[in-house]
């Protein structure tokens, strides 16, 4: 099985909604990745996890959530977001090799977030 | 910094000839480079990725890359391009900064016209 599968395909939630965004996979990678995408703009990373454990945050606001119960899956919960967090989510993972940085990334399709 | 640059916002070429999409790096030390493919709502396709070796690339759906050092650059090519090849085309570079991070060039769309 090599995809990375997300859920919900698309979420519209309110200001005051609290909503999670679901990402899996089952090819053994030990790396998990959330970014955000604008229209025709390139995915900016949000979190790292290796090991389950959180290892980059770029700086998000704490309305982002992440969470890593286990090694084949990363969650994303979402409290009192704004309309500019509107974009589309995407989940990625990859293998680790320690010392090394080569490996490619397998993305979901994404969940398409409105925020109203 | 470490950076991808792709110079062309968009790229049309006509279906049977050659492309080519533009990507230059700067990065510190030896660059772990890659190109990535999108189609319209739908994530991000590993076409193909340069970590050491062979200055040219073979990787997916026809598509081959030349890494060049002495430039900077890491373009991606096609021999004979496909109106399905039509889609926006990443360069990326990974870097390692505490986890394993990717920079993405800000993307060029392709348009193959029959």
């Known amino acids: 099985d090599t995809e990375v599968t997300q859920t919900p395909k698309h979420l519209v939630m309110g200001m005051t909604n609290k909503k999670s965004l679901k990402c899996e996979q089952h090819?053994?990678?030990?790396?998990m990745y959330w970014y955000k995408q604008k229209a025709k703009k390139p995915p900016e990373l949000m979190f790292v996890?290796?090991?389950?454990?959180?290892?980059i945050n770029e700086s998000v606001p704490s309305r982002f959530s992440p969470e890593c119960p286990n090694s084949s899956l990363l969650n994303l919960h979402l409290h009192a977001l704004q309309p500019e967090d509107s974009a589309l989510y995407l989940c990625?993972?990859?293998?680790?090799?320690?010392?090394?940085?080569?490996?490619?990334?397998?993305f979901g399709p994404g969940t398409r977030l409105t925020v109203l | 910094a470490q950076s991808v640059a792709q110079p062309e916002d968009q790229v049309n070429v006509a279906e049977g000839n050659p492309l080519t999409v533009k990507c230059t790096y700067s990065?510190?030390?030896?660059?772990?480079l890659f190109w990535y493919v999108q189609y319209p709502n739908r994530g991000l396709q590993f076409l193909l990725k340069?970590?050491?070796?062979?200055?040219l690339v073979k990787g997916s759906y026809g598509f081959e890359a030349e890494f060049n050092k002495s430039q900077t650059s890491f373009h991606l090519k096609k021999p004979s391009a496909l109106v399905s090849d039509s889609a926006l085309y990443f360069c990326?570079?990974?870097?390692?900064?505490?986890?394993?991070?990717?920079?993405f060039g800000a993307g060029t769309r392709l348009f193959v016209k029959a």
């Open positions: 990625a993972s990859s293998q680790v090799d320690m010392g090394l940085v080569s490996d490619e990334q397998f």
């Open positions: 090819m053994g990678h030990r790396a």
């Open positions: 996890y290796s090991y389950e454990k959180l290892s």
């Open positions: 990065v510190s030390g030896n660059p772990y």
């Open positions: 340069y970590i050491t070796g062979d200055n």
């Open positions: 990326a570079v990974r870097v390692h900064t505490g986890g394993f991070k990717t920079i």
